[in-house]
């Protein structure tokens, strides 16, 4: 089973500033990943596909890179709109397998 | 546009069974994984499992035992079944889509489209 890591567990960051999150998994997952924003009492929305494919009307600030154990996730110019939480998630299709990262809170400095 | 819409009790007594339903609507259910994901308070994101429009599944094998998914395509709808429940399994229960992605011959899936939540509580 492979495990998804990711750091830090909580960033602190201001507004208008960079923000990159990390995203490490046990063994490669080739670019069998995506990246989730959750905002409190939502559920998550798909934002990166394939490692850095965004997807539908998600903003060109937002970018994914990384291949193989180490994905990043960056937010180029932090809007209040972005405070949430981030997840990661891998997926494999035989056999079929889908595992979460814990998440990385982005939180106003 | 896709929505998705979680159904059931939201309490459910220790050792009995919970049970959920996702309503589909906006799109057919065909050559999609439909999927039961949950989040435990102030916790993060856990997969239960999924069920093809075909009716193949699969699921996290640390739920295996305990979790049924099925899928009524005339109706629009999958569900959710767990035996045996306790406290642990307090969540809220999201039931999402997982599509393909694919720019030629590059393919990659992701969940697209999600129900607001459906909160189950056990306890006595």
């Known amino acids: 089973e492979i495990v998804m890591t990711q750091s830090p567990a909580t960033l602190s960051v201001s507004p208008g500033q960079r923000a990159t999150l990390s995203c490490r998994a046990s063994?490669?997952?080739?670019?069998?990943l995506a990246w989730y924003q959750q905002k409190p009492g939502q559920a998550p929305r798909l934002l990166i596909y394939?490692?850095?494919t965004r997807a539908t009307g998600v903003p060109a600030r937002f970018s994914g890179s990384g291949s193989g154990t180490e994905f990043t996730l960056s937010i180029s110019s932090l809007q209040s709109e972005d405070f949430a939480v981030y997840y990661c998630?891998?997926?494999?299709?035989?056999?079929?397998?889908?595992?979460f990262g814990q998440g990385t809170k982005v939180e106003i400095k | 546009q896709v929505q998705l819409r979680e159904s059931g009790p939201g309490l459910v007594k220790p050792s009995e069974t919970l049970s959920l339903t996702c309503t589909v609507s906006g799109d057919s259910m065909g050559s999609f994984y439909w999927t039961w994901i949950r989040q435990p308070p102030g916790k993060g994101l856990e997969y239960i499992g999924h069920v093809f429009f075909s009716g193949s599944t699969n699921y996290n094998p640390s739920l295996k035992s305990r979790v049924t998914i099925s899928i009524d395509t005339s109706n629009n709808q999958f569900s959710l079944k767990m035996t045996s429940v306790t406290t642990a399994d307090t969540a809220m229960y999201f039931c999402?889509?997982?599509?393909?992605?694919?720019?030629?011959?590059?393919?990659?899936?992701?969940?697209?489209?999600w129900g607001r939540g459906a909160l189950v509580t056990v306890s006595s």
């Open positions: 999402a889509r997982d599509a393909l992605f694919c720019s030629g011959d590059d393919c990659y899936r992701g969940f697209d489209y």
């Open positions: 063994q490669a997952v080739n670019n069998n």
């Open positions: 394939g490692a850095s």
């Open positions: 998630q891998y997926y494999n299709n035989r056999p079929p397998e889908r595992t």
